[in-house]
């Protein structure tokens, strides 16, 4: 097999994604539908994930959609027994799920700090430590866990998002560690800036958008579309003897 169809093909595999209902998560799912995995989507939110539902399997791919609480064990339980009884097995987990908080520490209720790690990191773990025992059974398997460029900075008024990260970011590296010897490759990407939905506010506002633009050397957000040959490495065998990295895309925002 070439490098290039060991990077573009999925065939016979089966994936879960984590807050794929819009945005990253989105391009995430409609990427490996398209090198042929089989897909699961996870997101709160039914009404999202049907309609990418829809836009897979009209491209001809399969897809499920399954709602799930990344932060209820026994949700993110049954999201990965559903997975095994829809399609067989679990090959592929990319834990994207996320929430974001803007406020100063000082300002900070800590309930809403509480939400953030809950979504951003014992989501991680949780749907990580299910998907193992599949993984671990079956000598194979490969976790992406979506981290964020902010893992590596410090950003006023998002210190929960940005520990959050950050601990995801360590967790990658720890689980890559203790799951090697099984054949399990566990990596992350770290995002900065993409356009989507979730930032739409932020495009609309000149000065603002102006000011994050600054801070970005390439001068731009990126687009979604631009994750999906990264995630496709780490989800597929070119990546078999790679694990515990973080891939930073944030056009060097970071640097």
């Known amino acids: 097999m070439t490098f290039a169809n060991a990077l573009a093909d999925l065939s016979g595999r089966t994936a879960i994604i984590t807050g794929a209902g819009r945005g990253i998560g989105r391009a995430i799912a409609l990427a490996l ?22 836009e897979i399997e009209t491209s001809g791919g399969q897809a499920f959609a399954c709602p799930t609480d ?3 064990a026994s949700a993110v339980e049954n999201l990965v027994e559903s997975t095994v009884a829809r399609f067989g097995r679990v090959d592929i987990l990319v834990n994207n799920s ?4 803007s406020s100063l520490l000082l300002e900070q209720e800590p309930e809403e700090w509480d939400r953030v790690i809950a979504t951003n990191l014992r989501g991680v773990y949780l749907a990580t430590r299910a998907v193992g025992r599949h993984f671990v059974a079956q000598r194979s398997g490969k976790v992406v866990n979506v981290a964020s460029n902010f893992a590596f900075t410090g950003i006023a008024r998002h210190a929960a998002y940005c520990a959050s990260k950050a601990a995801v970011v360590a967790f990658t590296r720890a689980m890559a560690s203790e799951w090697a010897r099984h054949n399990v490759q566990v990596n992350a990407l770290a995002p900065g ?23 970005i050397p390439a001068r731009r957000m990126g687009a979604v579309e631009e994750l999906g040959p990264w995630l496709l490495l780490l989800a597929g065998p070119a990546s078999d003897f790679m694990t515990g990295q973080a891939i930073v895309i944030d056009g060097g925002q970071v640097l």
């Open 33 to 54: 539908a398209a090198a042929g995995a089989d897909v699961v989507i996870a997101a709160r939110s039914s009404d999202q994930l049907d309609v990418v539902v829809d």
């Open 70 to 72: 990344v932060t209820d």
């Open 98 to 101: 996320g929430i974001i908080a």
């Open 193 to 215: 800036y993409f356009a989507t939905d979730l930032n739409s506010d932020l495009r609309a506002d000149e000065p603002a958008l102006q000011r994050v633009l600054k801070a």
